[in-house]
């Protein structure tokens, strides 16, 4: 079968890349190994429960009467209304380090107040810095590396405040241990302190069932549990997704949202066509964070209990260490997250708390199944003391408990090492060696559920439809 566009991976980039495609009559396949559309961001039932897979918030939250802000550039280009995703803002939330602490909504300015009240010092150069935020470029598809910490040097004074604003903000988007690209940093700083947190009442659910409907409707088509077993290629081209059924398909143009390095191993002995080294053999290409997240069921809501923040990102020392850790867990920092604390989930059926904590993949890849479920009991166990530190009354109403690890990530994402968000080194232009296959989603370099899509679209519309 011959298709116009095949794009490899059912997540939130691959459909929106589908759904834009399809718009312009494109013929589409989207091809996911899996039974279940999402990805990274899914869902699943459980004992008669439904749990989102990696939504904590959607960021980017923007109002109608910001245009161009990405939120309402994605609903454009999907043709869709801020109705059918149902998005809801948060109440507030905070982080938290020894001795300070931020809170902060999808009002900037809360932020700004919060940031003179612990930081003086600094009130001027924060606002500076906000200022040159709002005004940079972070769509550019050609920006250059820049390491984040030695730009906010330039701007702050305060260590500890500096260690507050990438807390989150690389909890939430980097792939790289200790530092981030100032480029990412920006937009994440916009999605996350600038726009803010929204989330739909029927969770990520409500955000994919709106995406595969609206791709159906436009004629596009589905492989799932279908996965490739490698793609075929001739002087510099992809002419051929062979898929582990033994079944080849062709297209003109090839889209892959599973990593860059997932993606070259698909390729024909994995070796480039030009003459440069090739990139994705060197060990910096493969992501190394990833997480361990407890879902916890409550027979009350968090707020009933005295806890009504809706996300709080925390460490315990003043220097916040991003870094795959040499422990299973790294307990010196997490998120905490109460969706039951949106505005409009007043209807949710129980309380529901999250808390994600970095993790190390190997040590859980090595562990057989039976020490495996044992570590997710005890990391059940120390998550939900951890969380008596915000809610000290919560073990007394827990009444169900998943709990999915680096493992868990590498099974339903394909992303080497469980690296939530893929490869250190993006691809922003998105181009590979082979001229007609492209990188969309985390490898992309857009950040969050909303950069995700846009990762899409952006691809589709530079590598497809503008060839025409």
Not at 127 to 134: C, I, K, T
Not at 178 to 205: N, S, W, Y
């Amino acid at each position: 079968m011959h298709y116009d566009a095949i794009i490899i991976g059912a997540g939130m980039s691959g459909l929106a890349a589908g759904i834009r495609l399809a718009y312009f009559d494109k013929r589409v396949c989207i091809v996911e190994k899996h039974y279940a559309f999402g990805g990274l961001n899914s869902y699943y039932r459980l004992d008669g429960r439904d749990f989102d897979v990696g939504l904590h918030a959607v960021t980017n939250f923007a109002s109608p009467a910001h245009r161009n802000a990405p939120l309402n550039r994605l609903l454009r280009q999907l043709r869709l209304s801020r109705e059918d995703f149902d998005f809801q803002p948060q109440r507030y939330s905070q982080v938290r380090f020894p001795g300070k602490s931020l809170r902060f909504t999808n009002d900037v300015a809360v932020l700004v107040d919060e940031v003179a009240r612990e930081f003086p010092r600094d009130a001027d150069n924060f606002r500076r810095l906000l200022a040159d935020v709002e005004h940079y470029d972070d769509a550019r598809l050609d920006a250059p590396y820049r390491p984040t910490r030695p730009m906010l040097r330039e701007y702050l004074r305060e260590p500890m405040l500096m260690e507050m604003l990438l807390c989150p903000i690389m909890f939430y988007g980097s792939a790289e241990e200790h530092d981030m690209d100032f480029t990412q940093f920006v937009t994440m700083f916009k999605g996350l302190f600038c726009e803010g947190f929204a989330r739909p009442p029927g969770g990520v659910r409500t955000i994919i069932k709106t995406l595969v409907k609206k791709y159906r409707s436009c004629g596009g088509k589905f492989r799932m549990s279908c996965g490739v077993r490698h793609f075929e290629t001739d002087n510099g081209r992809v002419v051929g997704v062979t898929l582990e059924s033994g079944e080849t398909l062709t297209a003109d143009a090839v889209l892959s949202s599973t990593g860059y390095v997932e993606t070259m191993r698909l390729c024909d002995g994995a070796s480039s066509p030009s003459p440069r080294p090739s990139p994705w053999e060197g060990e910096g290409e493969v992501g190394r964070i990833s997480y361990v997240e407890s879902v916890n069921i409550l027979d009350a809501t968090p707020a009933s209990l005295g806890h009504d923040a809706t996300i709080v990102f925390y460490s315990d020392a003043e220097t916040f260490t991003y870094a795959e850790p040499r422990e299973a867990v790294d307990l010196s920092s997490g998120i905490l997250c109460c969706p039951n604390n949106y505005e409009g989930h007043e209807d949710m059926p129980e309380g529901v708390v999250r808390l994600t904590w970095l993790a190390n993949f190997d040590r859980w890849a090595s562990l057989d199944e039976t020490a495996y479920a044992a570590a997710k009991l005890a990391c059940r166990d120390r998550m939900i003391w951890q969380i008596t530190r915000f809610i000290p009354t919560v073990s007394d109403h827990v009444v169900f408990t998943d709990v999915f690890t680096p493992r868990t990530i590498r099974q339903y994402t394909g992303h080497l090492n469980g690296a939530v968000y893929g490869s250190p080194r993006k691809r922003r232009d998105g181009r590979t060696p082979y001229e007609n296959l492209f990188i969309c989603g985390t490898d992309q370099g857009y950040l969050g559920i909303i950069g995700a899509m846009l990762s899409g679209i952006t691809m589709a519309n530079v590598h497809v439809l503008a060839k025409e």
